[in-house]
């Protein structure tokens, strides 16, 4: 009798620690999966439902595509539109949608100032890479009313025409300040935009 309990005891005690290393391995593991922000709900290979809200944004802009001889400076404003809410990329926390809006700038010259109007339709593919940060890439066509000195340059393509066709590509990014409010970039043709994002 005395035996078995010795035995129990022993056992007992053998058991209680390699019980108790289970958690703090397991801790340990969690710990490194929330380290990696692409695993974390929102991240990059968080392919489960997610909320994706209409977008609304104000941007300033420098239109390099659209010098013609002289300094353009724009604003303008996108509507982001999500039509394919999961994306298209299986794993992967990606969506697809429009962004629709218009491009107001003004060409500063020696001979006088150009006015243009663009109004831009432009597929937009996004990869949300964790719950704060996504890049994009776009490829649009759109309208383009130029006036003024916008008419001076005849060099080549449409450039002449005070109706024309426009086309757009772009890289960018968007960044999540604060809840409801998320910073915004891009690159590509005609030019730099960089402003302001609001869900709705």
């Not at 996108?78 to 629709?100: H, T």
């Amino acid at each position: 009798m005395r035996r078995s309990a010795l035995l129990v005891a022993l056992f007992a005690s053998l058991s209680v620690p390699a019980f108790a290393e289970e958690p703090a391995a397991s801790t340990s593991q969690t710990a490194a999966e929330t380290g990696n922000a692409f695993k974390q709900p929102g991240g990059m290979f968080d392919a489960s439902e997610q909320p994706r809200p209409f977008l609304i944004g104000a941007f300033l802009e420098f239109p390099y595509g659209y010098w013609y001889g002289g300094f353009p400076l724009a604003v303008g404003g996108r509507f982001y539109i999500p039509l394919v809410k999961q994306g298209f990329v299986p794993n992967l926390n990606d969506e697809f949608g429009l962004d629709v809006g218009v491009d107001l700038a003004l060409l500063f010259t020696y001979w006088g100032v150009g006015f243009l109007i663009d109004i831009p339709v432009e597929a937009m593919w996004k990869l949300n890479l964790t719950s704060k940060f996504s890049a994009y890439a776009k490829l649009g066509v759109g309208l383009g009313i130029r006036l003024g000195n916008y008419l001076g340059y005849c060099g080549y393509g449409f450039g002449c025409w005070p109706v024309t066709p426009t086309f757009y590509g772009s890289v960018g990014a968007i960044y999540k300040l604060a809840d409801g409010l998320w910073l915004r970039g891009e690159l590509g043709y005609p030019g730099i935009k960089i402003g302001l994002t609001f869900p709705l």
